[in-house]
């Protein structure tokens, strides 16, 4: 419970993800660890993320949290997936010009939300212009890949130049997904792309 300093800068600032450890340990006067991790941010999880396509989408749409790769999302990856669902909350009640502001704090529980928010808003932006839905899918498409590449064999690299203590952990030829879930997220992008082919009216949301 020391008090944390500032003395080594806003990078190992951001880097150490303080919120994070400070949640837990905040959590742990009440309940357990296992508790925590297993049981209660899983719940937060789905039901942050079920409230957000309820009233953005179609409820039935909820049932695709279920999919076999999200489980593994909130699972083991479960302090990124917590960081998203309190950035969904924040999308549902403030205007969107505040929403950034109040996002901050997310970059201390998990470094990489500062990418995903910035994607968040280069989606946003994309599919405001012009484009046919189609050269949006091709723009969408070539993000993702950018950014598999960005967190995958470019990560350690990326890692050391900011200093942080995790780039030993990452290889230079080693991508975050497996050649196999890549593949199933290809099929769905190209399920999608025909959609459109066949379906000109449907818009993206």
């Avoid at 405001?128 to 091709?138: M, Q, V």
């Avoid at 350690?156 to 199933?184: C, M, P």
Wanted: charged share 15%.
């Amino acid at each position: 419970d020391e008090p944390i300093s500032l003395d080594y800068g806003l990078i190992s600032l951001l880097t150490s993800e303080v919120l994070w450890s400070r949640f837990l340990a905040f959590m742990n006067l009440w309940l357990k660890s296992d508790f925590i991790i297993l049981t209660l941010l899983p719940v937060i999880i789905i039901a942050s993320y079920s409230l957000y396509i309820y009233k953005r989408s179609h409820p039935f749409y909820i049932l695709l949290l279920l999919h076999p790769t999200l489980i593994v999302f909130y699972l083991s990856q479960i302090r990124l997936a917590f960081a998203f669902s309190l950035f969904y909350v924040i999308s549902m009640l403030f205007n969107k010009k505040y929403l950034f502001p109040l996002s901050i704090f997310l970059f201390f529980i998990h470094t990489s939300m500062a990418v995903f928010v910035l994607i968040f808003y280069a989606i946003t932006y994309i599919n405001k212009t012009k484009l046919s839905e189609i050269k949006k899918i091709l723009c969408f498409v070539a993000m993702g890949i950018s950014t598999a590449y960005v967190t995958g064999p470019l990560i350690s690299d990326i890692l050391f130049l900011i200093g942080d203590r995790r780039q030993e952990n990452y290889s230079n030829d080693q991508w975050q997904t497996s050649l196999l879930t890549s593949a199933y997220c290809a099929c769905f992008v190209l399920l999608i792309f025909f959609n459109f082919l066949n379906y000109k009216t449907k818009k993206i949301s």
